[in-house]
């Protein structure tokens, strides 16, 4: 199981970026996918999950309304649109696959948004 969190970058306050979280060797289509952060000094949380069952989707408070988790299954990716990025969005992102209560996590992908 890999999986591979991509598209960070540098971004002004206000702007957008979309992450990736793509699956190799196996399929996507029944993981729990979640999205976390953790900023410098902090620790790592929560920011966004879509169910493995139902495509039923979750968000801190602190992103409602201007990030979109989806699944692209024939892409066998899950990505987190991310839009009126905010300085406290910096962080590293990571994607987690859950399945039968085993996770399995990706590296990580730098997101840093300047003021």
């Known amino acids: 199981v890999q999986l591979q969190a991509s598209g960070g970058g540098l971004v002004q306050s206000g702007g957008s970026l979309r992450l990736s979280c793509t699956a190799s060797?196996?399929?996507?289509?029944?993981?729990?996918i979640g999205w976390f952060r953790q900023a410098p000094g902090k620790e790592r949380e929560a920011v966004s999950c879509?169910?493995?069952?139902?495509?039923?989707?979750h968000y801190r408070d602190a992103v409602k309304g201007r990030f979109t988790i989806s699944r692209d299954s024939a892409r066998n990716t899950v990505y987190l649109q991310m839009n009126g990025l905010k300085p406290e969005d910096t962080g590293v992102y990571y994607c987690?696959?859950?399945?039968?209560?085993?996770?399995?996590w990706g590296q990580g992908t730098l997101v840093t948004v300047s003021s």
């Open positions: 879509i169910s493995g069952e139902d495509d039923s989707t």
């Open positions: 060797g196996f399929s996507l289509e029944s993981y729990a």
């Open positions: 987690k696959a859950t399945l039968n209560h085993q996770d399995s």
